[in-house]
C-alpha cells in the first residue's frame, strides 16, 4: 500500500473558495513535502514540512502535519483558476522519498 | 523554468525501435531519479543515481536501461518496449539523496510523454 495517501481523490470547487486537501501516511517520517502537477507537465514543489513542525504557511498555503495520527493537510485559500492542477504529498523516511497518489483540484471561473 | 530539461518532449515509437531519453540538469544537484507516471497510477520510481553512482533499480525491466556519464546528465535507453510501457516519463534531480536533513526537495523536467505503439 502507498505511504502516502492523498484524499479526496478529486475536489471541484469555485473560484474564491478555499481547497483542503488530506494525506495519510503508514511510517515515521522525516518530513513531508507538497507538490503541485499541472496536466502532462513535471511536478513543482510547493512546501516542505518538517517531522518537529507542526505549521507551515507559504503565501495562499497552509501545511499543517500530525505525526501523532500520521496525517498532513494542504490548505489552499482564496483559490484561483489557475490553481487547478493534480496535488501530490511526498514523505521522507529514512533515504526514500515515496509520492502518494494525488488529489486532481478543479477550480471553476 | 525548473532547471532540469527533458528531451524529447514526445516520442512515439514501435516495439523494435531503440531510442533515448535525455535529461539534464542546471542546478549543481548530486542526485537523479528517473520516474514513470502511468494513467491513474502514483508516481512509480524506477532509478536513482548519486554522484554517478546508480543507487537504487526498483525491480525496472531490463529493457529500460539507465546511464549517468556525469552529474549533470542522465539518459533512459529503450529498448523492445511493450505498449503497457506507454506513459509519462519524469526525470528529477535533488541536491542530495533523501535523509534527515531536508535538502532533498526534487526537482522535476517537463517529462517525456512516450507512446509504444
Known amino acids: 500500500s502507498q505511504q502516502g495517501e492523498e484524499d479526496p481523490q478529486a475536489l471541484s470547487i469555485q473560484e474564491g473558495e478555499n481547497a483542503t486537501m488530506n494525506c495519510s501516511y503508514k511510517t515515521s517520517i522525516n518530513n513531508l513535502q507538497w507538490y503541485r502537477q499541472n496536466s502532462g507537465r513535471g511536478l513543482v514543489h510547493l512546501i516542505l514540512?518538517?517531522?518537529?513542525?507542526r505549521e507551515k504557511h507559504s503565501g495562499r498555503l497552509r501545511v499543517t502535519l500530525d505525526t501523532s495520527k500520521k496525517s498532513s493537510s494542504l490548505l489552499i485559500t482564496a483559490s484561483r483558476a489557475a490553481d487547478t492542477a493534480s496535488y501530490f504529498c511526498a514523505t521522507t523516511s529514512g533515504s526514500r522519498l515515496t509520492f502518494g497518489e494525488g488529489t486532481q483540484l478543479t477550480v471553476n471561473p | 523554468e525548473t532547471g532540469v530539461t527533458q528531451t524529447p518532449r514526445h516520442l512515439v515509437m514501435g516495439m523494435t525501435n531503440k531510442k533515448s531519453l535525455k535529461c539534464e540538469q542546471h542546478l549543481g544537484h548530486n542526485a537523479m531519479y528517473w520516474y514513470k507516471q502511468s494513467a491513474k497510477k502514483p508516481l512509480e520510481l524506477m532509478f536513482v543515481?548519486?554522484?554517478?553512482?546508480?543507487?537504487e533499480n526498483n525491480s525496472v525491466p531490463s529493457r529500460f536501461s539507465p546511464e549517468c556519464p556525469n552529474s549533470s546528465h542522465l539518459f533512459l535507453h529503450l529498448h523492445t518496449l511493450q505498449p503497457e510501457d506507454s506513459a509519462l516519463y519524469l526525470c528529477?534531480?535533488?541536491?542530495?539523496?533523501?535523509?534527515?536533513?531536508?535538502?532533498?526537495?526534487?526537482?522535476f523536467g517537463a517529462g517525456t510523454r512516450l507512446s509504444v505503439l
Open positions: 543515481y548519486s554522484l554517478e553512482e546508480r543507487v
Open positions: 514540512i518538517r517531522s518537529n513542525e
Open positions: 528529477a534531480s535533488s541536491l542530495h539523496l533523501p535523509g534527515g536533513d531536508g535538502k532533498n526537495i526534487q526537482y
